[in-house]
């Protein structure tokens, strides 16, 4: 659906009835990004440079993208100087709402106590959890402030006990961060904010520069060229990094039935289409007529024309679809199909749908619970899998900060009683040194 002649703002629309499995599924395809070779090679080498160069490099590149030229250091460690968070008293309080219904979800995804079990008599096995010691924390930078992505990272961080939080966040042009990043990182005890984004941050954390300090993994959104340096210095197995997820252009998929309100239902799709032009909005339409259709349109068009970035709104809507199906099973059929970052319900009875959700980042359920809730203050985490990776992956949440242990612990008569197992696979894969573990202590047991 390109812009229409009309320059009205409207999505493409189709019927789950009357197209074939093949034309759905390329009406939902998201919009192609730039191949990922053509991606590392430009950020490959910035990774190199900083990685062999440190400070001077990774400065260099945050004059030349960020022409943040008056740059003379590119990290600013706690304690965190007050004249750097001065904040309008409605901002802190907003922060500290949203920073306590976040800690409040993600402390409650702790675990009570360490699993033990007795997998036969004598045989206990057991499996608890630590948190990760050294976490990089990416805050994308670009035109918008992003003090939400802080919280959502910093956050469960700090709540899963990781000893050093990093955060790294491209400054200003001139040579500043947005104060309100500095706030949370305060809030969540980071060590330092790293100046500097892209490939170069990336790397700064990955292998640690004279003032960047080395992390164990790197977490958070940003463009194609962020996502690419992360899937790359996570390859790499000298740097001893690993990655949250991969990550691309925010998406929304709203179900809506006859009794959903139009003008909500075009403020969700709107509040993600505004995000950017790479953006993907869908509309799943259940058993709704003309009139029905052309109200959610209408809406579409005349709060999308009232917007500041009504023009990142067009390029989005170009490429976003209304899909018109009959029964709310082939709506959730399609839904897990696509796996949305952020699924909208706004359908009869919302709540005894989600059973059948599958595949998506969060689920917002009912009329009264907009996705910007979630995007801020809710309490759930905004980091989501994008680009259908919530078939396979699962938001940033407290686990994403810690790392599970297993032990075993055996009494004699334990190791008695899977000893035979244990010798007999160990013969099987000719790996004599593992099954004479065993015998030398059942012989041992024996007084052989
Ligand atoms: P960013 O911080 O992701 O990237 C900025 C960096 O990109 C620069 O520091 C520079 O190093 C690098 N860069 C730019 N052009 C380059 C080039 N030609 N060659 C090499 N490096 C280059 O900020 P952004 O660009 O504004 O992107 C923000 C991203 O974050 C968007 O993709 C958006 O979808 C995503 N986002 C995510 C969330 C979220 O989930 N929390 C919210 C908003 C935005």
Redesign the pocket.
């Known amino acids: 659906a390109e812009k229409s002649a009309d320059g009205r703002i409207t999505m493409q629309r189709i019927n789950s009835a009357t197209v074939s499995e093949a034309e759905l599924l390329k009406a939902l395809q998201r919009p192609s990004q730039k191949s990922p070779e053509a991606i590392l090679k430009?950020?490959t080498p910035?990774i190199d440079d900083v990685r062999k160069n440190g400070d001077k490099a990774l400065l260099s590149?945050?004059h030349?993208?960020?022409k943040a030229t008056s740059l003379t250091s590119p990290v600013i460690k706690a304690p965190f100087p007050p004249e750097l968070m001065k904040l309008d008293p409605e901002t802190i309080k907003a922060i500290d709402t949203s920073y306590e219904n976040i800690k409040k979800f993600h402390a409650a995804q702790k675990e009570d106590k360490p699993l033990q079990v007795e997998t036969m008599p004598g045989v206990v096995c057991g499996r608890f959890s630590r948190p990760i010691e050294r976490v990089g924390l990416?805050?994308?930078?670009?035109?918008?402030v992003?003090p939400?992505?802080a919280l959502?990272l910093g956050v469960p961080a700090k709540v899963a006990g990781c000893k050093k939080l990093v955060l790294a966040?491209?400054p200003r042009a001139d040579g500043s961060i947005t104060p309100e990043i500095v706030y949370v990182a305060h809030k969540v005890g980071a060590e330092s904010i790293v100046l500097?984004?892209?490939?170069?941050?990336v790397a700064a954390m990955a292998y640690g520069t004279e003032s960047v300090s080395k992390v164990d993994k790197i977490l958070?959104?940003?463009?194609?060229?962020?996502?690419a340096a992360k899937m790359h210095v996570s390859n790499d197995t000298n740097a001893g990094v690993s990655i949250d997820m991969p990550?691309?252009?925010?998406e929304v998929l709203v179900i809506a039935d006859k009794d959903a309100n139009p003008a909500f239902v075009a403020s969700d799709l709107l509040s993600q289409a505004e995000?950017?032009v790479?953006?993907q909005v869908i509309l799943i339409a259940v058993d709704l007529n003309e009139q029905q259709l052309k109200a959610i349109d209408d809406e579409v068009h005349n709060q999308a024309t009232a917007l500041p970035r009504v023009d990142i709104v067009r390029g989005s809507i170009a490429h976003s679809v209304t899909v018109q199906v009959n029964t709310i099973q082939e709506a959730m059929r399609i839904s897990n199909e696509y796996a949305p970052e952020h699924l909208i319900l706004q359908i009869n009875d919302a709540a005894k749908s989600v059973d059948q959700v599958m595949n998506a980042g969060s689920v917002f359920i009912g009329e009264w619970t907009p996705e910007s809730v979630g995007?801020y203050s809710a309490g759930v985490n905004?980091?989501?899998p994008?680009y259908g990776f919530a078939k396979q992956y699962s938001g940033v949440n407290l686990a994403s900060f810690m790392k599970h242990i297993t032990c075993s612990n055996l009494t004699a008569e334990g190791l008695k009683n899977v000893g035979s197992a244990v010798m007999q696979l160990a013969k099987v894969e000719e790996l004599e040194a593992h099954r004479r573990a065993v015998e030398i202590r059942i012989k041992h047991m024996n007084g052989q």
């Open positions: 430009i950020v910035i590149y945050t030349r993208f960020e990416y805050i994308p930078g670009g035109t918008a992003l939400s992505t959502m966040s491209p500097a984004g892209g490939a170069q941050a958070g959104p940003g463009n194609q060229f962020v996502t990550a691309g252009p925010s995000h950017g790479d953006s995007d905004h980091s989501l994008t």
